[in-house]
């Protein structure tokens, strides 16, 4: 859970850096924290609020604050723009973007996001962070993690949610066909074994109901299938 979050973007934020989709490291290749999507996509209408969550996951077992910025604060309200994730625990960012009274050009977007995260003591609170906390400095690594913001139309929304029940209902079909067909394999080997049970039976009832005696009698083998 998030511990302590405060609402909105605020005022007065600091010079956003330029853009580019990466994580900024000590250099390993593990990164204090996950977000999912990578990329912030909103459906866009004249005058209509619409927004995107962000999961964001702890992936270490230290407590990580987060801390979101934006190049576009007075159109962009973000719930919590900041916080305390415990370890392996788990946030839900939620992005709204206002009404707009007018379409963008090409439908483009040029605002952008960044998201640090920083380790912090134990049972850290929100409230109780310094100033500094995202101050990088000698002992501390600050990660960031830069989206781009994306407009959709809303029948695109509408067409990406339908091939998605498609594809899900197409391969839920294809997992039962694929249960149908091994017990119906099972079945038939079951069939297959008893059948011959009974062949076999029925040969040799008849052998021995013949009083066969002291007399080798030969049977070919296909007269037993």
Not at 19 to 42: Q, Y
Not at 55 to 84: C, D, I, L, Q, W
Not at 128 to 148: A, D, N, Q, S, V
Request: proline fraction near 5%.
């Amino acid at each position: 859970m998030c511990i302590n979050g405060r609402d909105g973007c605020g005022k007065g934020r600091e010079p956003f850096l330029s853009c580019c989709s990466s994580f900024k490291s000590d250099g390993g290749g593990f990164h204090l924290i996950s977000v999912h999507p990578d990329e912030l996509r909103f459906p866009f209408e004249l005058k209509k609020e619409s927004f995107c969550d962000l999961k964001v996951v702890n992936n270490t077992e230290h407590h990580v604050a987060f801390k979101v910025k934006t190049s576009a604060p007075m159109k962009f309200f973000v719930r919590p723009n900041m916080g305390v994730i415990k370890a392996q625990d788990s946030c839900i960012i939620r992005v709204n973007l206002r009404g707009q009274r007018k379409y963008p050009p090409n439908m483009e977007c040029k605002d952008k996001f960044l998201l640090q995260s920083t380790i912090v003591p134990p049972n850290s609170d929100f409230d109780e962070l310094p100033k500094y906390t995202f101050t990088e400095g000698i002992g501390r690594t600050i990660e960031e993690c830069k989206f781009r913001v994306v407009y959709i139309y809303p029948g695109a929304v509408h067409l990406q949610n339908s091939l998605q029940r498609l594809k899900e209902e197409r391969d839920s079909a294809v997992k039962q066909t694929q249960i149908l067909q091994e017990e119906l394999d099972i079945l038939k080997r079951q069939r297959s074994r008893k059948g011959f049970g009974q062949r076999f039976r029925s040969w040799w009832s008849s052998i021995m109901s013949g009083g066969c005696g002291n007399h080798m009698i030969c049977v070919h083998p296909n007269e037993l299938n």
